[in-house]
């Protein structure tokens, strides 16, 4: 049972509609979202970016200022950790995500390396705080997480996105991008960069995001994304039940699929059961999703079409859930329903 809170979160936050898979850079409207509290008003000529801690020299910069650096533009796909929770049982409470908390887009921005150069870092680990503030497991806070320096390299600091400044939504004036880490790393409304020589125990570091098999287990922390593929959904959907309706005849299955671990190195299709070998292409980016496709000659009947990627370190889907605490990081294939008729 879905209660009213869960029903709360899933109005303030929203996914991708899988037919948006079909996009290779997801529309802006169409990418998935997660906020954890409010969406800062924020003015963007009065804001300022703090750098400081363990550094040689503390900044202070305007968005103009880093404008003004040398930027990147990288087409990036980003999930949130908590996509496909909604498949556990038991159920677990919080944002009830199906599978569509997901999209790709074109972050541009400043590299988190370069401005911690520019700092002289002293220190070991930097932590990310955004202005975003609330309560979360009775904690007041700001949200904030950390990463390695190590972990900075390929990092952004993005100030636009799909050839836009960031909207409210998505982090104005500035937000962090790590790709191949799910979203919750990406720390949106950025106010300051802290460096510091010890880990960092913030409540969404040592508390929030972790795997733990019961409320005792203190876990594992949550970082890179698990190897997914999902499927567009092929013909078109009953309104209620999203089951899919089809002509026989020949169908072409296609979708995206991407890792956080390693490239995509196989996708395979099953029909029933039965799999094959779907063909991969290129991504749009190092950090992006690839497309696939396979075709399918579509008999009259009741089908279940899923779909399974590999990623270059071996690691891949499996065919049910793994339950934890938090309902994170479920990447079990996915199992469309659909009706094929000679009509």
Not at 28 to 55: Q, S
Not at 71 to 88: D, F, K, Q, S
Not at 134 to 141: D, L, R, S, T, Y
Request: proline share 8%.
């Amino acid at each position: 049972m879905i209660s009213l809170e869960e029903l709360q979160l899933a109005a303030r936050n929203h996914g991708m509609p899988l037919e948006a898979l079909r996009h290779e850079i997801t529309p802006l409207g169409l990418h998935y979202l997660l906020t954890h509290f409010d969406i800062p008003v924020v003015d963007g000529a009065a804001w300022r970016l703090v750098v400081d801690g363990l550094v040689e020299q503390p900044l202070e910069l305007s968005l103009d200022d880093l404008r003004a650096r040398e930027t990147v533009t990288m087409p990036v796909t980003m999930e949130c950790a908590g996509n496909g929770r909604a498949h556990l049982e038991p159920h677990v409470v919080s944002q009830p995500w199906i599978t569509e908390a997901i999209g790709t887009a074109e972050w541009t921005g400043v590299p988190v390396a370069a401005l911690l150069a520019e700092a002289g870092v002293k220190g070991g680990e930097v932590v990310f705080t955004g202005l975003d503030r609330g309560v979360e497991g009775g904690v007041v806070q700001d949200y904030a997480r950390s990463l390695s320096l190590a972990d900075c390299d390929g990092a952004l600091l993005a100030y636009g996105v799909n050839g836009e400044p960031l909207p409210p939504q998505h982090g104005f004036p500035l937000r962090l991008l790590v790709p191949g880490w799910y979203g919750m790393t990406s720390v949106k409304w950025l106010g300051r960069i802290t460096v510091v020589d010890e880990p960092f125990r913030g409540y969404q570091m040592i508390t929030g995001y972790r795997i733990k098999r019961d409320e005792d287990d203190p876990g594992t922390p949550i970082t890179r994304i698990e190897p997914r593929s999902l499927m567009a959904p092929p013909g078109i959907p009953d309104f209620m039940t999203r089951r899919r309706f089809l002509p026989a005849g020949p169908v072409r299955l296609e979708g995206r699929a991407w890792s956080g671990w390693g490239a995509i190195s196989r996708v395979e299709v099953g029909v029933d059961g039965v799999w094959a070998d779907a063909q991969v292409g290129e991504p749009p980016g190092p950090a992006a999703w690839v497309p696939w496709w396979l075709e399918w000659d579509a008999t009259e009947g009741e089908h279940e079409l899923s779909c399974r990627a590999t990623d270059a370190t071996g690691r891949s889907q499996p065919d049910a859930p793994p339950w934890n605490v938090g309902g994170y990081a479920n990447n079990a294939i996915q199992r469309l329903s659909v009706t094929v008729s000679t009509d």
